[in-house]
């Protein structure tokens, strides 16, 4: 019951924390320099006045502002973004039908991430002085410092002429189009490039975490109790350390998801991935405000649930908020 | 302040008969002295000394105009060009040195942005507390529900691709790190004995906050204001690479944005300025953790 209202509070801060970006959306393309209508007539190669007054009208933007918000407002509650001027068609169906690219290069870069900085970071936590635990910090500066965009272009400068054996650019074989388990095999394919360079950020990230995390846990009384008890060292380690390193990692993917999309617009860029990044890229080139805005909407609406999912997993893995919860 | 409190303290203790009296150390002398004993610290610190005196003393040494065409395009790294041509034939070496003018400029005057917007918020959220914290906490969520890098292209692109919008573009959307650690800060000291004793001297808020308060909170700050330096160079480089960046000021990011379509014919002219903006938050980073060491000796990471 406790977590019904909880949730129900966090869903009621996510309806607040929308409507506000609406609002905001709403006032900074009021605030921008430059005329939408202008910006469409430029598109159309200059329009006489009269069909910038039609536009004016056909858009609302002979009405006051305050009911052009209401307007804009209304129109969002009913799943309407807008029209977006370059790709000619509604904004919400340009983003639905882009975000499944981009759900699975943000599911694949964050399993490489939490798997490959989670197992270095335990790995290394054993021996906090050896080699491995430096190298662990040498990657986390590194991942840190490198710019995605050029680790991204450096991996497709190596795999698109050193060492050719991987596709760099888009999600499939537009020469060979295939189908069923093929079609998967072959988007797995050119995901592996993406993924490894979004990863890869994030893998900097957790393995220091996940170490600095065990060093901690790993001198905790429980422990003790627990070698004590004369339990395996695995048992040890998975049971009753790793359990408790996963839960600052899990806040960190959580509070992190932003800067995920963020990433991913720029890797998308880089190799042609068909997602929602290439499609800010390409708003971006043609000042399609209203598709920008919608996808900036909708990694709101993106972060929000995994602030939620988060928060959700964390009562899954540690005890201590169950029972506190109850 | 709060050393010439304990030393006021230690002056009521019984003092034993032979003491010998430390010699007073101002706390940022102190903690130079520390940062001076990380060798990656310092490291860090000699890396960003030689990229500025690169960018501010490159010119005379190689007087090249980076906007002018100076050969053909993609020329390789020779004699002539020692970093090569880009797509336009443009210098390689000459864009290197006055990109980083332009980028490292950015990057701080951005964290600056950044830090006085996040120290202001979270000042007044912290020393405040109630209603005030309250709406401050909110707009900070607000900011945080929005990805910062995402939110800083739709700004550049609304308001136009200029050295001054891109600035504070990217101070606007990254305040809110800092914003949450000054309140933590402005929280724990806000109630302790030694912000009493001047309140209850007639000191005013104001006072309090800038005087009192903010100087004891400051270490954390400024490790956070280093690292936003490093921040504010990636986002720069990632909106010039997107295409948002100031076509009429040359900087490293507007480089890799302007060749990456020509990488497998140029490396040259994707891969130099891109090991700039490695190096140069690298070397941030670096003095940042130096800093970090120096400031917090509590919070020494292993």
Redesign the interface.
């Given at each position: 019951m406790a977590l019904l209202t909880h949730l129900f509070g966090k869903f009621a801060n996510a309806v607040v924390l929308l409507l506000a970006v609406l609002v905001m959306n709403f006032c900074l393309i009021h605030l921008a320099p430059g005329d939408p209508v202008q910006v469409i007539a430029g598109e159309m190669g200059g329009a006489s006045p009269e069909v910038i007054a039609a536009l004016r009208a056909k858009y609302g933007l002979d009405h006051s502002l305050l009911e052009q918000l209401f307007t804009y407002l209304g129109k969002v509650v009913h799943g309407d973004f807008g029209y977006s001027y370059y790709f000619n068609q509604p904004v919400l169906g340009l983003i639905l039908q882009r975000l499944p690219a981009t759900l699975y290069l943000a599911a694949a870069s964050l399993v490489i991430a939490v798997l490959i900085g989670t197992v270095l970071g335990v790995i290394s936590a054993r021996r906090p002085n050896g080699l491995l635990s430096h190298g662990v910090t040498v990657l986390a500066l590194a991942g840190h410092a490198a710019p995605i965009f050029w680790t991204g272009l450096l991996l497709l400068l190596l795999f698109g002429s050193v060492w050719p054996i991987l596709p760099v650019s888009g999600m499939t074989d537009v020469v060979d189009p295939k189908t069923g388990l093929a079609y998967a095999a072959d988007v797995a394919k050119h995901l592996v490039l993406p993924s490894i360079t979004l990863g890869l950020v994030f893998v900097a990230q957790y393995s220091r975490l996940a170490r600095v995390n065990m060093i901690d846990v790993l001198s905790a009384d429980y422990i003790r109790t627990a070698h004590a008890k004369g339990l395996p060292e695995r048992v040890v380690l998975v049971k009753h350390a790793l359990r408790n390193t996963l839960i600052p990692i899990v806040t960190v993917v959580g509070l992190q998801f932003g800067n995920l999309f963020a990433g991913a617009v720029l890797v998308e860029t880089v190799y042609s991935w068909p997602g929602m990044g290439r499609l800010v890229f390409d708003s971006i080139l043609r000042r399609d405000y209203p598709t920008l805005m919608g996808v900036l909407f909708f990694s709101a609406v993106m972060v929000i649930a995994a602030n939620i999912l988060t928060d959700l997993v964390y009562r899954l893995i540690d005890p201590r908020i169950r029972a506190g919860a109850r | 302040m709060s050393t010439m409190e304990s030393r006021l303290a230690m002056a009521q203790k019984p003092v034993p008969a032979v003491t010998k009296v430390p010699k007073a150390v101002s706390p940022a002398r102190a903690a130079l002295r520390q940062f001076m004993k990380s060798p990656s610290g310092v490291a860090g610190a000699v890396l960003l000394l030689v990229l500025i005196a690169g960018t501010i003393f490159g010119p005379w040494l190689h007087p090249v105009d980076p906007l002018d065409i100076v050969g053909m395009p993609f020329a390789p790294p020779d004699a002539d060009a020692l970093f090569g041509t880009d797509y336009l034939g443009r210098d390689v070496l000459a864009g290197l040195i006055y990109g980083g003018r332009a980028t490292l400029t950015v990057g701080a005057v951005a964290a600056l942005i950044t830090i006085v917007i996040g120290v202001t918020v979270g000042a007044l959220a912290g020393f405040f507390g109630g209603w005030v914290d309250a709406l401050l906490v909110k707009i900070s969520?607000?900011f945080?529900?929005?990805?910062?890098?995402?939110?800083a292209?739709?700004?550049v692109?609304?308001?136009?691709p200029k050295l001054s919008t891109i600035t504070v573009a990217i101070g606007a959307v990254s305040w809110t790190s800092a914003a949450r650690l000054t309140r933590a800060e402005f929280m724990r000291l806000r109630d302790l004995d030694f912000i009493k004793a001047s309140r209850a001297a007639g000191a005013g808020n104001l006072h309090l906050i800038l005087r009192v308060v903010l100087p004891n909170a400051l270490p954390p700050i400024i490790v956070s204001a280093t690292l936003a330096i490093?921040t504010a160079i990636?986002f720069e480089?990632?909106l010039s690479?997107?295409?948002?960046g100031d076509p009429n000021t040359m900087s490293w990011?507007l480089m890799?944005g302007q060749n990456?379509n020509y990488?497998?014919d140029a490396?040259w002219a994707?891969?130099f300025p891109?090991?700039a903006?490695?190096?140069a938050?690298?070397a941030v980073?670096?003095v940042g953790d130096g800093v970090n060491d120096a400031v917090n000796p509590r919070l020494r990471?292993?």
């Open positions: - | 969520e607000f945080q529900v929005l990805p910062p890098l995402l939110f292209m739709v700004l692109t609304l308001f136009g490093g990636l480089g990632g690479f997107l295409g948002l990011g890799i990456r990488v497998l490396w994707v891969t891109g090991a903006i490695f190096l938050v690298l980073s670096l990471r292993r």
